[in-house]
């Protein structure tokens, strides 16, 4: 699905903002709990391949040239899309890598906030949200200084994170 959405754009799955590209990684995820995928690569492999991949993805968006053969077309934006077949190998790699790590002490934390992610995810793509919440917001942003840009979409990003959660556990 990655590799023929990429290259040829048939599946109409829009970049991966549709409920379809969610069906199929939860599908991707079940068959690498299937699979035991995870068991079979090691930490620094999987790390290995997420800085490649992502190495890839950096290098094919600066350099990339414009490719179209039949009913193939490669751009340079083609590879940053989350429905890229890098950024899904990078993704799956974080999963192993994450499930490999041990959190003693994160347990409680992790439960929790765990339970809450789709409703981050949910939150995070409902229209109403994005219209009155987010949109035209951050314009503000482009007038600050750039080591300041970083702080601030952490800080949002985290403040959104944990109002989404607190709504689902409210829910």
């Known amino acids: 699905f990655s590799v023929y959405d ?56 600066i350099y990339g040239i414009e490719l179209n053969f039949m009913s193939i077309h490669i751009n340079q934006d083609s ?8 950024i899904v190998v990078v993704a799956i790699l974080y999963i192993i890598c994450f499930s490999k790590m041990t959190f003693k002490y994160l ?14 995810y949910i939150l995070n793509t409902q229209r109403f949200i994005w219209r009155y919440g987010m949109y035209q917001r951050f314009v503000s942003w482009a ?4 080591y300041m840009i970083p702080v601030k979409v952490i800080a949002f990003s985290g403040i959104f994170l944990i109002i989404s959660i607190l709504i689902d556990r409210l829910r």
């Open 79 to 86: 590879f940053i899309s989350y429905t890229s077949p890098t």
């Open 107 to 120: 347990k409680v934390v992790i439960s929790f906030a765990a339970s809450g992610a789709f409703a981050v």
């Open 6 to 61: 990429t290259f040829v754009g048939k599946f109409t799955l829009n970049g991966g903002y549709c409920f379809a590209w969610l069906i199929i990684l939860y599908l991707i995820g079940a068959i690498l709990k299937k699979c035991e995928l995870g068991k079979k690569v090691s930490s620094f492999g999987a790390f290995g391949g997420i800085v490649f991949f992502i190495f890839v993805t950096w290098i094919w968006k």
């Open 143 to 146: 007038n600050i200084h750039s």
